[in-house]
T-cell receptor, first 116, second 115 residues
Framework: DTGVSQDPRHKITKRGQNVTFRCDPI?????LYWYRQTLGQGPEFLTY????????KSRLLSDRFSAERPKGSFSTLEIQRTEQGDSAMYLC??????????????FGAGSRLTVL | AQKVTQAQTEISVVEKEDVTLDCVYE???????LFWYKQPPSGELVFLIR??????QNEISGRYSWNFQKSTSSFNFTITASQVVDSAVYFC????????????FGKGTKLSVIP
């Protein structure tokens, strides 16, 4: 198992463009999370899936943001009409659903977005 | 509302010194979980410890130890005999036990261990 994979690692885009990030969690983890981290801050929760169901969404997730996990495996996070304020590191994490490892998140390396 | 405060923005210590990273949390929930994560310069957050609100026992793992005190809403992290590899940003985080699985992170403490 290679851990949580995120792609692309870096994305530079112009304001107004759409971007999509992909996350491949650890295969036996059925929970998947998206967080956003800006410079000098801790990660902020965006959304969470259990299998293919999106169970929680933060108020940070405006209508320009959409996340999917269609088959309960990989997930995508799309940002439409990007703004400069969207520039951040987008982190994906996964976890097992219960037991001692419940909600112990394994994070990916992140996808850094720069909006010009 | 939940809140995690890490008042120390940056700390520098000389190798082999002990260092304590402070974490103060706020929650109205009686059941909750506290975490520490490490973010080394490579950027990937690494889990260190999870503690539930009913377990106030302190924990030691090698050079790392954690002191959980509900009376002061604190969950402090001590590194004994620090090493250069301990240089990283350390985050304290809180999860409500009330059915939400989102973590509320503090702003982190950047630890620099000088050889």
């Amino acid at each position: 198992d290679t851990g949580v994979s995120q792609d692309p690692r870096h994305k530079i885009t112009k304001r107004g463009q759409n971007v999509t990030f992909r996350c491949d969690p650890i295969s036996e983890h059925n929970r998947l999370y998206w967080y956003r981290q800006t410079l000098g801050q801790g990660p902020e929760f965006l959304t969470y899936f259990q299998n293919e169901a999106q169970l929680e969404k933060s108020r940070l997730l405006s209508d320009r943001f959409s996340a999917e996990r269609p088959k309960g495996s990989f997930s995508t996070l799309e940002i439409q009409r990007t703004e400069q304020g969207d520039s951040a590191m987008y982190l994906c994490a996964s976890s097992v659903p219960g037991g001692a490892g419940a909600n112990v998140l394994t994070f990916g390396a992140g996808s850094r977005l720069t909006v010009l | 509302a939940q809140k995690v405060t890490q008042a120390q923005t940056e700390i520098s210590v000389v190798e082999k010194e002990d260092v304590t990273l402070d974490c103060v949390y706020e929650t109205r929930d009686t059941t909750y979980y506290l975490f520490w994560y490490k973010q080394p310069p490579s950027g990937e957050l690494v889990f260190l410890i999870r503690r539930n609100s009913f377990d106030e026992q302190n924990e030691i793992s090698g050079r790392y130890s954690w002191n959980f005190q509900k009376s002061t809403s604190s969950f402090n992290f001590t590194i004994t005999a620090s090493q250069v590899v301990d240089s990283a940003v350390y985050f304290c985080a809180l999860e409500s036990g009330a059915g939400s699985y989102q973590l509320t992170f503090g702003k982190g403490t950047k630890l620099s261990v000088i050889p």
